[in-house]
């Protein structure tokens, strides 16, 4: 079911993504990752508010996530949300090559989408 703050998260990621994407072209890679970050963290929300999972902190949105990916029998929602964690930590440690970030950037995209359909 959409309710208006469904609609708000998944529009909100779906921002993020094409800002990660637009960072990413000019070469800021840690605003990319932040972006990156914050398009996988948002898409958590509405899944995880449907099945009456907290997510009010990043540990409790890696908890929702476990939960969803077992639920969906999907690995790659891990995988996608540990590549997450991975551009979260870049914005604060700026290590990561721009191949990393626009390949994190891209399972962040997916990762959106299977989440989407899973709110």
Same mark, same amino acid.
């Given at each position: 079911?959409?309710?208006?703050?469904?609609?708000?998260?998944?529009?909100?990621?779906?921002?993020?993504?094409?800002?990660?994407?637009?960072?990413?072209?000019?070469?800021?890679?840690?605003?990319?990752?932040?972006?990156?970050?914050?398009?996988?963290?948002?898409? *958590?929300?509405?899944?995880?508010?449907?099945?009456?999972?907290?997510?009010?902190?990043?540990?409790?949105?890696?908890?929702?996530?476990?939960?969803?990916?077992?639920?969906?029998?999907?690995?790659?929602?891990?995988?996608?949300?540990?590549?997450?964690?991975?551009?979260?930590?870049?914005?604060?440690?700026?290590?990561?090559?721009?191949?990393?970030?626009?390949?994190?950037?891209?399972?962040?995209?997916?990762? *959106?989408?299977?989440?989407?359909?899973?709110?």
């Amino acid at each position: 079911m959409t309710t208006p703050s469904t609609e708000r998260y998944t529009n909100l990621s779906s921002e993020y993504l094409r800002r990660a994407r637009a960072y990413l072209a000019d070469g800021d890679l840690t605003q990319a990752s932040e972006k990156g970050w914050g398009a996988a963290a948002t898409a *958590v929300k509405p899944a995880a508010t449907a099945r009456s999972l907290n997510h009010s902190t990043h540990y409790q949105i890696r908890l929702a996530v476990q939960e969803l990916a077992r639920e969906a029998e999907d690995d790659e929602i891990r995988t996608y949300f540990g590549s997450a964690s991975d551009l979260r930590m870049n914005f604060y440690e700026g290590w990561l090559d721009q191949e990393t970030v626009s390949l994190y950037v891209s399972q962040e995209e997916r990762f *959106v989408e299977k989440l989407n359909e899973l709110a």
